[in-house]
């Protein structure tokens, strides 16, 4: 089920996965981005047909100026474990606060659903495989306990208020327009863009910690179906079910960038987790999604949109 002719708002939609979602929503949608452009950019949206409103969601003006929206896709946030465990106050006004003030934008506007941007950084370690949702919570780091907070926020305003609120838990997302080169990149596109460039990638412990890998196309098609399809679902895992290691991954990239140089080990970083695989029956389920991508074929497309980018 497709969202068509909606009002939407996405918060962070200049960033990465921002971006994606509004360039796939925007065709059959009036699309609204709000971004202060602290890590999102302009290029992200350029010739994108949505409007953009460049801003704080921590801004009550701005945020009282806003109209009506059908739809919010909160995604707005400061990512990254190592982040917030250096700066607790200012990643907890931006991800805990934000995210009660846009709640209260949704409820003062009546909007008709909330979908959250979570992680699975609120499982912690959990050590039992797949981790589903009813897998208990237990963050490691100010980002994870932030995120969770969230999610009981969204919980109470859906219980409370009647707004219709889910958390979407991310798990490891990659793809075009991922920055390799900011302090909160992910893996994939810092080895890529490494790789690229002839440098070794670096690797953080033993490089057996194993993570679970989603497109982000087929996150942003998640991400649709869970404002679209009528469901009881507080809380969906968005991963692709399959495990792979940093190792692996390293071997992976290196065979599809031609690039012949082993990677270098470095200190294992404090708050990260050791294994990490997705349980994605209640999306399958519930929305009928899972992911059309392999690792492969997602990866040999950020290749090729990152080579575009190098040229």
């Known amino acids: 089920m497709a969202l068509t002719n909606r009002r939407i708002l996405i918060t962070g939609g200049a960033g990465f996965i921002g971006s994606n979602l509004a360039e796939y929503l925007s065709d059959s949608n009036e699309v609204f981005v709000l971004d202060d452009l602290s890590l999102g950019s302009r290029d992200n949206i350029e010739g994108m047909n949505v409007r953009i409103i460049e801003g704080s969601i921590l801004d009550d003006a701005i945020l009282s100026q806003l109209d009506e929206m059908d739809v919010i896709f909160h995604l707005a946030a400061i990512p990254g474990v190592q982040d917030s465990i250096d700066h607790p106050v200012r990643t907890a006004e931006v991800n805990m606060l934000g995210t009660l003030k846009m709640l209260e934008y949704a409820r003062e506007k009546d909007a008709g659903t909330f979908v959250f941007a979570s992680s699975c950084a609120v499982y912690g370690d959990p050590g039992e495989m797949p981790i589903s949702e009813s897998t208990p919570p237990n963050p ?28 979407a838990r ?6 075009p327009r991922q920055n390799p080169y900011s302090e909160y990149s992910a893996v994939i596109p810092k080895f890529i863009s490494l790789c690229l460039e002839g440098r070794r990638p670096v690797i953080f412990g033993n490089g057996e910690q194993t993570r679970d890998f989603v497109y982000v196309k ?18 969906i895992n968005l991963g692709s079910g399959r495990e792979i290691s940093i190792n692996e ?14 990677p270098e080990h470095a200190e294992a970083r404090k708050g990260e987790v050791e294994r990490s695989l997705a349980d994605i029956s209640i999306a399958k389920r519930v929305l009928g999604w899972e992911p059309e991508y392999s690792l492969e074929k997602g990866i040999r497309e950020t290749i090729e949109a990152f080579k575009r980018k190098h040229i």
Request: glycine share 10%; proline share 2%; charged share 20%.
């Open 140 to 167: 490691l780091s100010p980002y994870a306990t932030q995120k969770l907070a969230s999610e009981h926020l969204i919980r109470n305003y859906s219980e409370l208020y009647g707004i219709k609120g889910v958390s």
């Open 170 to 175: 991310f798990f490891n997302v990659y793809g």
């Open 218 to 235: 087929d996150l942003v098609r998640g991400l649709e179906l869970m404002a679209s399809v009528e469901h009881k679902e507080n809380i």
């Open 249 to 262: 991954l390293a071997g992976t990239i290196a065979k599809e960038t031609g690039c012949g140089l082993e």
